[in-house]
């Protein structure tokens, strides 16, 4: 039985679906200002694992992943480039599509956007208000109350003397208790607002995930995921708002993936340490990228470094050249990597270990293909079948091998240069030509050129 670690309760538990053989589960998603980085594609990836393998133990699987689309961020993003909001976020959805196809992470049944459920927001702060954990202030602010739960604090295990102890914000006078948390956003000039019974306003993040997930998957379901940087206050505040409204259990089971670490400190964008997903994919095919995600579990934090993924990259091509020049046999199923792969994903997907019993195979064939044609074949389907659950070895062996041919591009750019440096003129643009006919765009500078995948 699959069994999966419950941030919640602090320790592994059997998923128990809320619906015989169906599994409903939430993951925070993306706020849309600017393009996604390795953290978010671990979310990406981690989660669609998760989705996949439940699918595959035959689980009528409903995953729902939100945008937000209003946000502080958003809004002061779109007024420093002089950018309609609308645009600037469509622009970022397009591109956070583009990352998450590359890296083979099939899309949510249902992703919904904030600005869409703006109703529902306002009908569950109502809800709130009504049932005494809100209250309006006086600068036309919608706040949530936090004494008036009594369970706050059980995702995250602090208490409010332990957050009080810890403030660094100025006080908001405006507020009952300083720890309360701002339900509903009074109307700014020249930001987007909405109607809503306590005048002009737009929702706060925390409403957002909370109507949206009770409407698309109901007061109580099954999974709830995402970085563990929203444990708190996110999601802690999630639980607070759904369980005030519905007075119904929110969630069976809490999974927080880890963190993506640079120089041992958190990979993100106000530390301004990240790495776009489009700045890795200029140097490494998709595939790379996604195998050294899993190479870390899930709940572990994973160390990003150019050396790492050359090692993924090095591992992945290890497994694929076991598959090259085979004919692959889907016919057969191995019983004992089978089960030895499923028992490892039983144990709150460790995906590491997961990859070891393929290396397993890839040994088994290359020890095969000598002496038994038809069991390397077969053994290869294995191998091609237990990847493709992991969203791996979704490739033929030769176009993966071959990929983008990097080191033919940067050589090509050597000779262009030298012909720039000749002044022929006509020489450069024919390399440049060529290499737009093979996907890749050059981008000169005062630095030299780099080049990018269109």
């Excluded at 024919?430 to 050059?442: A, C, F, T, Y």
Aim: glycine share 6%; net charge negative; aromatic share 10%.
């Amino acid at each position: 039985m699959l069994n999966i670690y419950n941030s919640l309760t602090k320790k592994k538990q059997p998923i128990i679906p809320i619906k015989p053989n169906e599994v409903s589960i939430y993951v925070c998603g993306m706020t849309v200002y600017d393009y996604c980085h390795v953290g978010h594609a671990r979310v990406m990836v981690v989660f669609d694992v998760v989705v996949r393998y439940l699918r595959y133990l035959g689980y009528k699987v409903n995953y729902v992943s939100n945008i937000t689309d209003i946000d502080d961020k958003i809004i002061q993003r779109a007024n420093e480039n002089e950018e309609d909001i609308n645009e600037l976020t469509t622009r970022f959805i397009q591109a956070m599509h583009e990352d998450s196809d590359a890296l083979g992470v099939l899309r949510p049944d249902n992703q919904p956007k904030a600005t869409e459920f703006i109703p529902e927001i306002i009908a569950m702060i109502e809800g709130l208000i009504n049932n005494k954990h809100a209250y309006v202030t006086d600068n036309g602010d919608v706040c949530y109350s936090i004494q008036s739960f009594a369970d706050y604090g059980k995702l995250s295990g602090k208490n409010l003397a332990e957050l009080r102890s810890g403030e660094r914000v100025d006080v908001d006078e405006s507020k009952q208790n300083s720890l309360d948390f701002v339900l509903w956003k009074a109307a700014k000039p020249n930001e987007p607002s909405w109607d809503s019974p306590w005048g002009a306003g737009r929702p706060g993040w925390h409403i957002e995930c909370s109507a949206m997930s009770t409407v698309c998957l109901g007061n109580h379901f099954d999974i709830h995921g995402g970085g563990m940087d929203l444990q708190f206050p996110h999601h802690e505040n999630e639980i607070a708002q759904s369980e005030g409204t519905t007075g119904e259990k929110f969630v069976n089971i809490w999974m927080h993936n880890g963190f993506v670490r640079i120089n041992d400190e958190k990979m993100s964008k106000s530390l301004g340490n990240f790495f776009t997903v489009k700045e890795v994919l200029d140097k490494y095919q998709p595939e790379v990228l996604r195998y050294f995600i899993l190479t870390s579990h899930y709940r572990s934090p994973l160390n990003y470094s150019d050396a790492d993924l050359d090692a993924a990259k090095q591992a992945l091509t290890r497994l694929y050249t076991a598959l090259r020049g085979l004919s692959i046999d889907d016919s057969y199923a191995n019983d004992a990597y089978k089960q030895h792969f499923q028992t490892v994903m039983d144990d709150d997907f460790n995906t590491p270990e997961v990859l070891a019993i393929l290396f397993e195979l890839s040994h088994a064939i290359n020890k095969a293909r000598t002496n038994d044609l038809p069991l390397a074949n077969q053994l290869a389907g294995e191998l091609k079948r237990l990847g493709n659950i992991l969203g791996l070895l979704q490739a033929e062996p030769e176009e993966f091998l071959q990929g983008k041919k990097q080191d033919f591009i940067e050589q090509l750019l050597l000779e262009r240069q030298s012909a720039r440096q000749r002044k022929d003129w006509a020489e450069a643009d024919r390399i440049r030509d060529e290499l737009e006919k093979q996907g890749i765009v050059l981008e000169d500078n005062a630095q030299g050129t780099t080049w990018r995948k269109i």
